[in-house]
T-cell receptor
Framework: ETGVTQTPRHLVMGMTNKKSLKCEQHLGHNAMYWYKQSAKKPLELMFVYNFKEQTENNSVPSRFSPECPNSSHLFLHLHTLQPEDSALYLC????????????FGDGTRLSIL | AQSVTQLGSHVSVSEGALVLLRCNYSSSVPPYLFWYVQYPNQGLQLLLKYTSAATLVKGINGFEAEFKKSETSFHLTKPSAHMSDAAEYFCVSRVIGGTSYGKLTFGQGTILTVHP
């Protein structure tokens, strides 16, 4: 039990589908993050939210749309994805600007057909 | 700008042998440093953290790391490898302050293989 829960764990979708990834944390953290982990590539930070406000968008294509309704929940809405978007999507949370580490969920393995 | 370099994308050891995973960092200010482990089909799990208290940090599963400012290193060690240690390990730095909101800088990862 990591304290950060991601659903679904696996998702297969076509390029024209719309789906959403969900992340939930009950650690009392105020910052939440989306990362993309592709095979043979370093972990890529996608978005950062701090107290529900987006503080970073790391040049992510608009087909990825994040939503953070409160400090405990984070969503990633997916629309018209490409095959190269197939990857493991990891959510993390932390106590904002402190030395404490980020806590990661187990990720959603996304496959685009 | 920060950077983290892990020397060796693959390390192979025999069960019972010493594990040494190398990490060097570059930062304009003293960073906070972490080692994470990732098992197949799982997220990243924190092994240990350095937050400027003691330079020798002990973590879970018998791992430890030593912060050496003069060498800008934070190598991960374990005296005796176990088969269950086979995984990918990430060295990570974090700088606090400004608008970074504690953004992490990841090393490239080192895949540890343990042979019987």
């Amino acid at each position: 039990e990591t304290g950060v829960t991601q659903t679904p764990r696996h998702l297969v979708m076509g390029m024209t589908n719309k789906k959403s990834l969900k992340c939930e944390q009950h650690l009392g953290h105020n910052a939440m993050y989306w990362y993309k982990q592709s095979a043979k590539k370093p972990l890529e930070l996608m978005f950062v939210y701090n107290f529900k406000e987006q503080t970073e968008n790391n040049s992510v294509p608009s087909r990825f749309s994040p939503e953070c309704p409160n400090s405990s929940h984070l969503f990633l809405h997916l629309h018209t994805l490409q095959p190269e978007d197939s990857a493991l999507y990891l959510c993390a949370s932390s106590l904002g600007n402190t030395p404490q580490p980020q806590h990661f969920g187990d990720g959603t393995r996304l496959s685009i057909l | 700008a920060q950077s983290v370099t892990q020397l060796g994308s693959h390390v192979s050891v025999s069960e019972g042998a010493l594990v040494l995973l190398r990490c060097n960092y570059s930062s304009s200010v003293p960073p906070y440093l972490f080692w994470y482990v990732q098992y197949p089909n799982q997220g990243l799990q924190l092994l240990l953290k350095y937050t400027s208290a003691a330079t020798l940090v002990k973590g879970i599963n018998g791992f430890e790391a030593e912060f050496k400012k003069s060498e800008t290193s934070f190598h991960l060690t374990k005296p005796s490898a176990h088969m269950s240690d086979a995984a990918e390990y990430f060295c990570v730095s974090r700088v606090i302050g400004g608008t970074s909101y504690g953004k992490l800088t990841f090393g490239q990862g080192t895949i540890l293989t343990v042979h019987p």
